[in-house]
């Protein structure tokens, strides 16, 4: 069966002024490092800085450079290099008295800097739109926003200047909500709203409410085949107060998003995008899928791009490791697979209630090199291995989907209402959208509406049947009226509420919260065992077992195993290029102890 999916690229650029205003929408790149940024330059002259887009903080920081006093001087020239040398600009300011404040964040980020006032500037706002009228009114003496020179620049925006940081090298665009914490510096409390660049956005009249949308469908790297360097020069889009329908396809479903509870000032912020994960499973080219989750599983997960991996609970980690025939090297302290696997066609299909969102294994593996060597890992079979990008979630604390779930979402975030909103990504090419001027004639068209002409139609072949199909085909909210007020704008997000998101079918998850647990990290290392194999100097990996074994036993069944690796075959991996018939499958269990079990797993060849 064939389904066109006629996306809503409804913009004209060129067509009447009676557009209502569209929303600037601000250039996403990647960098060498694989994490999602922004162009922008601080003060004045502008000194550029690649802020990376940050969904679980709120705060804007950038990278001190007050120690180079070379630089840090009126008239230095030093405008490169993604320091910032407050001497520097002659818009500056020096806010609170020079306090230092410790600003310590959920997902470990650390830096402590000092607070500044100044000019942000960001320099790569996507502007095909070309009529300067359009704009007029959004220009402020505050903010100014020129489809001249593609930028968007605020005045007085407060940011920190770091001169000590933890884990990340680069500062930082925060689009969280506030974050109570009364004993802390991260507190809302200490900030007025000009610390805050989506408010300061709201309270120049630019966005009718602190909100955005972030699309990385435009990131289609071919992780495998690339070597160290992971960037990308344009790969997504920040919109900012709207939503694009032509960035997603199927049910774009909201959320109230989760409190993340801190257990030992037991307090709660309710602006992370937190949400609950209902179900995980796989599914095979061949369009098989298995379950990796019991029906009463629940799992609240942060979204957060500032991670390259995915972490989730040992016993799931375990189950995609079984499917993906994934092996922990303990001295390596990782798991990997065949990079084959990234050729296979095969999905994992995360769920959260009735909205499903597919994550294709290339982006969950990445290639894998050895220090000693300086090259890829090899399986005793020869068979290149690569990195299983999911990781227990001891190493966090709490469950966490980073960039390669959230290339894969289009993501709409209301921080007025603490609402989120997610849609499957639609995976193309930046170069190939439009920019987002919605009309408001646009209303009550569904998205397999194929009779308008301003639509691109891209062909989707699927399996009639196959349970991916069903969603597709749901109406859109109905829009409002023709204006050309951004009040208006059937796109716009307004506080408490965001466009043609639809609600979710979860009834009682207000009870659920986000926190960061420190027990039961590494009491699965006896089922870890199972899968373990060992590394030689060389870069060759030995594993216990063959890959995708068609040795599997003509038995029906094959009861509990204990430690022995080399049985291990028998389990058979959806994966695998061989058909297997999926009779029965029993979970992992956890048992009281602590320990994991495998039970009767059955498989029919
Ligand atoms: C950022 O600026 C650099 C240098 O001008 C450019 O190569 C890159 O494409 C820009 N990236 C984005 C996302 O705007
Ligand atoms: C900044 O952080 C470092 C730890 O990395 C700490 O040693 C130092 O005292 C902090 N500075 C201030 C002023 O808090
Ligand atoms: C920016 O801040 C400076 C210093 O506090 C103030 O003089 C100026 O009026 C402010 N400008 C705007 C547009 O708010
Ligand atoms: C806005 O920015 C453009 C480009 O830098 C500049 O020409 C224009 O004068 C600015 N407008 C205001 C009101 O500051
Ligand atoms: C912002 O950056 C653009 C492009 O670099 C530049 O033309 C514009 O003058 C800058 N605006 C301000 C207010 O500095
Ligand atoms: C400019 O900003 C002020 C607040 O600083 C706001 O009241 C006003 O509506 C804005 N003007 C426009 C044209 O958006
Ligand atoms: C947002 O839109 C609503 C109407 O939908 C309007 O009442 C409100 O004033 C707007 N808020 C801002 C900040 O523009
Ligand atoms: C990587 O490149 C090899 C040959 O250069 C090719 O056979 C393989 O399909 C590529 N892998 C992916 C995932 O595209
Ligand atoms: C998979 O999950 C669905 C719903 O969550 C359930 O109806 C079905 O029985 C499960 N299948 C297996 C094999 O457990
Ligand atoms: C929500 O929808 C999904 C998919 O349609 C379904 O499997 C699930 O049972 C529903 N959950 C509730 C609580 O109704
Ligand atoms: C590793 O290999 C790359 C490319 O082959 C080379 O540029 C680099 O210098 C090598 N590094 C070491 C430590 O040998
Ligand atoms: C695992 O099985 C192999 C052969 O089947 C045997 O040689 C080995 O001793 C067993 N190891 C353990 C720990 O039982």
């Avoid at 933890?166 to 974050?179: E, H, N, T």
């Avoid at 006896?526 to 995708?548: E, H, M, P």
């Amino acid at each position: 069966m064939v389904i066109l999916l006629s996306l809503h690229l409804v913009a004209c650029v060129t067509s009447t002024s009676k557009s209502p205003n569209p929303f600037p929408t601000i250039v996403v790149g990647k960098d060498t490092t694989g994490l999602y940024y922004a162009n922008s330059t601080f003060g004045n002259p502008g000194q550029q800085q690649m802020l990376r887009i940050d969904i679980a903080q709120p705060y804007t920081w950038v990278f001190s450079g007050s120690d180079y006093t070379e630089c840090n001087h009126l008239g230095s020239g030093c405008l490169t290099g993604s320091l910032y040398y407050i001497k520097e600009s002659t818009t500056s300011e020096l806010l609170n008295d020079g306090r230092v404040y410790e600003m310590y964040f959920i997902d470990s980020i650390f830096f402590n800097g000092t607070a500044v006032m100044d000019t942000v500037n960001f320099t790569t706002v996507d502007n095909s739109l070309g009529n300067e009228d359009l704009l007029s009114g959004l220009i402020n003496t505050t903010v100014n926003w020129s489809t001249t020179t593609n930028s968007l620049s605020v005045k007085n925006m407060s940011f920190f200047n770091a001169d000590d940081s933890r884990y990340v090298y680069q500062g930082a665009l925060g689009l969280s909500g506030k974050i109570n914490e009364a004993n802390d510096d991260i507190d809302a409390s200490n900030f007025d709203g000009s610390f805050y660049f989506l408010d300061q956005l709201v309270s120049n009249g630019v966005i009718n409410s602190s909100s955005y949308s972030l699309w990385l469908g435009g990131d289609n790297e071919n992780t495998i085949n690339s070597t160290t360097d992971l960037s990308l020069d344009e790969c997504g889009k920040l919109i900012l107060g709207g939503v694009d329908q032509s960035l997603y396809t199927g049910d774009f479903v909201k959320f109230d998003t989760l409190p993340f509870y801190d257990v030992e000032s037991q307090e709660s912020s309710q602006g992370y995008p937190i949400i609950p994960l209902t179900k995980l499973s796989v599914q095979s080219s061949t369009g098989q899928t298995l379950n990796l989750t019991s029906d009463s599983f629940v799992e609240p997960v942060l979204l957060d791009s500032r991670y390259t991996y995915n972490y989730l609970p040992m016993e799931l980690v375990i189950q995609i490791a079984i499917q993906a025939n994934a092996y922990y090297v303990e001295s390596l302290d990782g798991w990997f697979v065949s990079c084959d696997i990234a050729d296979m066609g095969a999905y994992m299909i995360f769920e959260f209630g009735n909205l499903e969102i597919e994550v294709p294994f290339i982006d969950l593996v990445s290639p894998a090199y050895t220090l000693n060597s300086n090259s890829s890992l090899h399986f005793s079979n020869g068979e290149e291995a690569c990195h299983l990008k999911v990781f227990p979630n001891s190493a966090t604390g709490f469950s966490v989907l980073g960039g390669p779930f959230i290339k894969n979402i289009f993501l709409a975030a209301d921080l007025d209402s603490n609402q989120i909103a997610l849609a499957q990504a639609s995976r193309v090419p930046l170069s190939s959208t439009s920019a987002l001027i919605t009309q408001a004639t646009s209303s009550s068209s569904s998205e397999t509406d194929t009779s308008s002409t301003n639509t691109e139609t891209l062909l989707i072949v699927t399996d009639s049947d196959s349970p991916n199909n069903k969603k597709r085909n749901q109406k859109v909210e109905t829009s409002h009226t023709n204006s050309d007020s951004l009040m208006y704008n059937p796109s716009a997000i307004r506080s408490g509420q965001i466009p043609f998101a639809t609600t979710n079918n979860l009834t009682s998850y207000e009870s659920l919260s986000l926190y960061v647990s420190i027990s039961n990290s590494y009491s699965a290392s006896k089922l870890v065992n199972q899968f373990t194999a060992t590394i030689s100097s060389d870069g060759v990996i030995f594993t216990g077992r063959s890959f995708y074994s068609t040795s599997i036993p003509k038995s029906s069944s094959t009861t509990a195993q204990s430690s022995n690796s080399s049985t291990n075959a028998a389990h058979g991996h959806l994966m695998a290029p061989i058909s297997v018939n999926i009779k029965d499958y029993s979970f992992i269990k956890l048992i009281s102890s602590g320990l994991f079990l495998l039970l009767g797993i059955t498989i029919m060849l």
